[in-house]
């Protein structure tokens, strides 16, 4: 069978990679299904990784080397692909990365800063500053430009990930950012909402004991597979795939949810929060 399209280096490593993968299958007459027999995975999760959506697992690429005949080349370079597709994320996060992108609903709790996925410049810049104060400037904007680029996916399908945010007031209220900085960071947030991309949900200072009141959460859906949730604290985080702690988690977050304000109630407050900054004011807290 002759090549088809040829492969551009160009468009980076996964999609090298994934072109490379698709021209071997199609050189020996394979399907996916075909060359999936004997594996663990399913078509999607192939076809995502020729189209460069997706890493390839270890244990993957060791059967598809075996099926193609291919001597190791995909073994030994999986790892280049997974390295490019974290690019600016730490290692731990890598499966957050991929798992975000094929999520059917993501839902997140944060006590203590925006999530990543709603942060602006300023703020994503201010947290890593804080978190690697002699950092170079070029390793901070690789960062943040990775920080903001996970984003995207509010922009690619209005329909998936369906995205619930819960905040704490605290974050309103106690700014890390100069007044117009803030507002702005807020506008974001406002701006994700009316475009009734995102679901923004205030838990209030004075509510007393609440659920999860010591550590910050994601908890994905997928179509195809089962839940995961992924815990975080500065340098370190974690991925729980078991199914007894997710299902705890899960009920934990949804006792949460009935703790906090009213969607509508919450959007009112984080635009009044940000016209007060705009006007230079600090904004009051709920009493």
Request: net charge negative.
């Given at each position: 069978m002759g090549r088809?399209?040829?492969?551009?280096?160009?468009?980076?490593?996964p999609t090298f990679y994934g072109k490379e993968l698709r021209w071997k299958r199609e050189q020996a007459g394979?399907?996916?299904?075909?060359?999936?027999?004997?594996?663990?995975?399913?078509?999607?999760?192939l076809s995502d990784i020729e189209r460069g959506e997706r890493s390839m697992p270890l244990d993957l690429a060791q059967h598809v080397d075996r099926k193609l005949g291919t001597d190791g080349y995909f073994e030994r370079n999986c790892e280049d692909v997974r390295k490019s597709r974290r690019k600016g994320h730490a290692k731990y996060f890598e499966k957050v990365l991929e798992a975000e992108?094929?999520?059917?609903?993501?839902?997140?709790?944060?006590?203590?800063?925006?999530?990543?996925?709603?942060?602006?410049?300023?703020?994503?810049?201010?947290?890593v500053w804080a978190s690697h104060p002699t950092a170079t400037d070029e390793w901070v904007e690789e960062k943040v430009q990775a920080r903001l680029g996970r984003a995207r996916l509010f922009d690619d399908d209005h329909a998936k990930p369906e995205y619930w945010a819960i905040l704490h007031e605290a974050l309103l209220t106690d700014s890390i950012l100069p007044?117009?900085?803030?507002a702005d960071q807020l506008d974001r947030i406002v701006e994700l909402a009316e475009r009734r991309r995102i679901v923004p949900?205030?838990?209030?200072?004075?509510?007393?004991?609440?659920?999860?009141?010591?550590?910050?959460?994601?908890?994905?859906?997928?179509?195809?597979a089962p839940p995961l949730v992924y815990?975080?604290?500065?340098?370190?985080?974690?991925t729980i795939d078991d199914p007894a702690l997710v299902k705890?988690?899960?009920?934990?977050?949804?006792?949460?949810?009935?703790?906090?304000?009213?969607?509508?109630?919450?959007?009112?407050?984080?635009?009044?929060?940000a016209e007060e900054y705009r006007n230079g004011k600090r904004p009051d807290r709920l009493e």
């Open positions: 088809g399209k040829d492969i551009d280096g160009s468009e980076g490593v394979m399907s996916l299904d075909q060359l999936l027999v004997g594996s663990y995975y399913g078509r999607t999760h992108k094929q999520a059917l609903t993501i839902e997140e709790w944060s006590l203590s800063t925006f999530p990543g996925l709603l942060q602006t410049p300023p703020y994503a810049r201010a947290l007044p117009e900085e803030m949900q205030i838990v209030p200072r004075n509510c007393g004991a609440y659920p999860l009141m010591l550590s910050s959460i994601m908890v994905m859906t997928f179509p195809d815990t975080e604290s500065s340098y370190s985080g974690d705890q988690y899960r009920k934990a977050y949804d006792r949460l949810r009935a703790v906090g304000l009213a969607p509508a109630t919450s959007l009112a407050m984080i635009k009044a929060a």
